[in-house]
């Protein structure tokens, strides 16, 4: 029985643990559902790409040198990457709350960065390996260069890591789930397929370039492809600002809603 | 009272010679609602304490702000000395509440769950032992590798009160823990918690059972819409309403004005006289007699924290409820 004689962990050790327990779960939570959190969009990112090599690679002009079925793998790999960054961390909120288990997290000494911090670490792990198989997958289609790497982990990086913050701020937002989905199909879904996945913008009129300039997921998808082609329609630092900035902009503004318990404690 | 022994977070502050809980002046606002109305209440180590109230007198409140669920409009609460607003990691690592919604994760198994739970207060696998002994204090043991979604009701319930005990606090609050459950649950329940409660733990107990409160709690706080109406021992409010309770079932009658003044309730057709001495009944039955009113059935007891309950917050148990039950 109980004798109260250790009733707190050291400040270190609940330090790392409170918050790695945390990520811990996030990360068991989608991998014990893995068939359909890793294994359904990899067929959906594959069947993109036989649809639309097949239907769009003899009309699209992309860069040159490049063949249209090579130009394709590194936007899906990218789009499949952010949607399913922000679908872990959004579905995983929105899910607890609407079943009331946000309670057990609620009700500990995590604090707000701890919090966020886990989320966030598990939908970027969720968003890399869902990107790294399409990308293992893809290799039987097409031999893809590597131009430089770096560019490829930050953009990686980055771009799962806007979205996983992202979802988080959806899932504090949303308290049903027709809100998650509004969100998702009024602006994930169409800024991902706007954003230069299946197309330079360069083939596009310049009144809709400009548009798609405004659109922070044609940074991070022209980017990502950079780092595979040496080429895109923008400078790769120029979308690493947008993008960084972008990141740090929302980061601020989920650790001030979470500080503020803003739809999680009233 | 045990040992407790600091560490490093609590920054060696001694915090065995403070109040459990220490509530002042809390008030709450949702709106234009003024739900709690300046509350005042101080806990002390190793108390088993029971808040009690109707639905709606502001008691979940008041613990949703002591779990930091809810800020408070004005005023502080504190678990064993640390502010659960400013100083919430050090006060929610002191403390274990049983929530009241039959709330679950169900990607997991019971045991993963328990031991999340102690790793969110940075306890890990030396945690284990505590882990089983509650799995096993609970009557969960044979469930621990069972997924949560497929636990009965009364297993999701152990489960819920087993998650808010795996980081050993020594507060812990429990929230309507045994409503919708059956005897034989609420029985075990009640061993393993008195069991914490003589270990020292502090307990914090709502209920709508009445006969719980009477039985496990030392002390009792009522409540009614918003403010704390009566807090004092148990057996001091029992005494205070000290005296008989004759109920008598009489049906749809008018009763003769000499009686009237000792009716301390009436519903129903059944009717409660609160009498200071057995003289007083044969004074009752008496007056009936003159007025030709038929006693239909009748009971002669003590007074109980339900009887203390009623005359205080006014409430009658629904129609259909079993006694000592308020809904």
Same mark, same amino acid.
């Given at each position: 029985? &109980?004798?109260?004689?250790?009733? !707190? ?43 639309? &090599? ?10 040159? /040198? ?21 679908? +872990?961390?959004? &579905? ?122 405004? +659109? ?5 998808? %022209?980017?990502?492809?950079? !780092? ?39 | ?23 002042? !002046?809390?008030?709450?606002?949702? !709106? ?35 779990? /930091? ?49 102690? /790793? ?54 429990? %929230? ?55 807090? %004092? ?5 029992? +005494? ?56 239909? %059935? ?15 917050? /006014? ?13």
């Amino acid at each position: 029985m &109980s004798d109260l004689k250790s009733i !707190g962990p050291s400040k270190s050790s609940m330090a790392l643990r409170g918050p790695w327990t945390l990520l811990k779960k996030e990360l068991l939570r989608f991998w014990r559902v893995a068939f359909q959190t890793v294994a359904a969009p990899v067929i959906t990112a594959l069947l993109y790409l036989l649809i639309f &090599s097949h239907v769009l690679k003899s009309h699209v002009q992309v860069y040159d /040198g490049v063949p249209y079925t090579a130009f394709l793998i590194p936007g899906l790999i990218m789009m499949s990457v952010l949607q399913n960054a922000f679908a +872990n961390s959004s &579905s995983s909120l929105i899910q607890s709350k609407v079943m009331g288990n946000i309670v057990f997290i609620l009700l500990t000494p995590l604090t707000h960065l701890q919090f966020f911090l886990a989320f966030l670490i598990a939908a970027i792990v969720r968003g890399l390996v869902v990107g790294l198989c399409i990308y293992l997958v893809a290799m039987w289609f097409v031999d893809l260069n590597i131009a430089n790497p770096w560019l490829i982990i930050v953009f990686a990086l980055l771009g799962s890591a806007l979205l996983g913050t992202l979802g988080i701020i959806a899932g504090i937002w949303a308290d049903r789930f027709d809100q998650m989905a509004a969100f998702q199909n009024f602006i994930i879904m169409p800024l991902s397929f706007l954003s230069g996945v299946f197309y330079s913008i360069h083939s596009l009129p310049p009144f809709w370039q400009k548009v798609s300039q405004l +659109n922070p997921f044609f940074y991070m998808i %022209d980017g990502f492809r950079y !780092g595979f082609f040496g080429k895109g329609d923008v400078s790769p630092m120029i979308s690493l600002a947008i993008v960084g900035t972008a990141f740090l902009l929302l980061a601020l503004i989920t650790l001030k809603m979470l500080k503020s318990g803003y739809k999680l404690r009233s | 009272m045990p040992v407790i022994q600091t560490y490093s977070i609590f920054n060696r502050k001694s915090y065995l010679s403070q109040p459990a809980i220490k509530i002042s !002046g809390v008030h709450k606002y949702f !709106g234009a609602l003024h739900a709690l109305k300046g509350i005042d209440l101080t806990i002390e180590p190793g108390e088993f304490f029971a808040l009690l109230g109707p639905n709606g007198a502001g008691k979940s409140t008041l613990i949703n702000i002591l779990a /930091g669920l809810i800020a408070p409009s004005s005023g502080n609460i504190s678990v064993m000395g640390f502010d659960v607003g400013s100083q919430y990691r050090q006060a929610r690592q002191l403390l274990g509440v049983v929530p009241q919604e039959l709330v679950f994760d169900p990607f997991f198994n019971v045991r993963e769950m328990l031991r999340f739970q102690a /790793g969110y207060f940075g306890r890990g696998r030396e945690n284990d032992a505590w882990v089983d002994e509650i799995l096993e204090g609970l009557g969960l043991a044979d469930k621990a590798n069972t997924n949560m979604r497929r636990l009965s009701g009364g297993m999701k319930r152990r489960a819920l009160i087993a998650q808010a005990l795996a980081h050993k606090p020594p507060v812990i609050v429990l %929230d309507e823990p045994t409503a919708g459950v059956d005897v034989e649950l609420r029985q075990m329940l009640w061993e393993f918690i008195k069991k914490l409660n003589r270990d020292g733990h502090t307990i914090i107990l709502t209920t709508h059972y009445l006969e719980e409160a009477e039985t496990l709690c030392s002390r009792v706080g009522m409540m009614k819409q918003g403010q704390i109406v009566a807090l %004092d021992s148990t057996a001091n409010l029992l +005494n205070k309403f000290s005296g008989k309770h004759l109920r008598l079932t009489l049906g749809n009658v008018v009763l003769p004005a000499n009686v009237q003044e000792l009716v301390r309730y009436a519903e129903n057709g059944v009717y409660t006289f609160a009498l200071e001495d057995m003289a007083q009944i044969e004074f009752v039955l008496s007056a009936l007699r003159t007025a030709s009113i038929k006693v239909l %059935d009748m009971q002669l007891n003590e007074a109980d924290l339900e009887e203390v309950f009623l005359s205080l917050v /006014g409430s009658t148990p629904q129609a259909g409820s079993s006694r000592g039950v308020l809904r």
